[in-house]
């Protein structure tokens, strides 16, 4: 069975960090990009960050952009996505997907997502 773990979520003040982790079993680990999404309340799901299976390659949205970084540790099956300076706008479900293309931007694109990982960001 293949399940993504998202954790590390929680309630931080505006120019706080936080440290994503996104743990997968059941599937060849390496064989997928691993996207970071996230989904405010009455909003769209959109993509916040990924790496790419194929050379590791990371690749950011604009309004994270030299805040967040994304890094995978692929002896441990785990993704992390460090976010620092977070803003109030950064408030949302944070979500993990696994595709099978080479780099994953879109939700359309995730075979497997994790269970989400409240962030929440006072001002």
């Known amino acids: 069975e293949v399940q993504l773990q998202a954790s590390g979520g929680g309630l931080v003040q505006a120019g706080g960090s936080l440290r994503l982790s996104c743990a997968a079993s059941?599937?060849?680990?390496?064989?997928?990009?691993i996207g970071w999404f996230r989904q405010a309340p009455g909003k769209e799901r959109e993509w916040v960050s990924c790496?790419?299976?194929?050379?590791?390659?990371?690749y950011y949205a604009d309004s994270v952009k030299g805040r967040f970084t994304i890094s995978r540790d692929n002896a441990k099956n785990t993704v992390y996505l460090q976010m620092n300076n977070l803003v109030p706008e950064d408030t949302a479900v944070y979500y993990c997907?696994?595709?099978?293309?080479?780099?994953?931007?879109?939700?359309?694109?995730?075979?497997?997502w994790g269970q989400g990982t409240q962030v929440t960001v006072s001002s």
């Open positions: 790496i790419s299976s194929s050379d590791g390659g990371t």
């Open positions: 059941g599937v060849p680990f390496d064989d997928y990009a």
């Open positions: 997907g696994a595709g099978l293309d080479p780099v994953v931007v879109h939700p359309s694109q995730i075979g497997y």
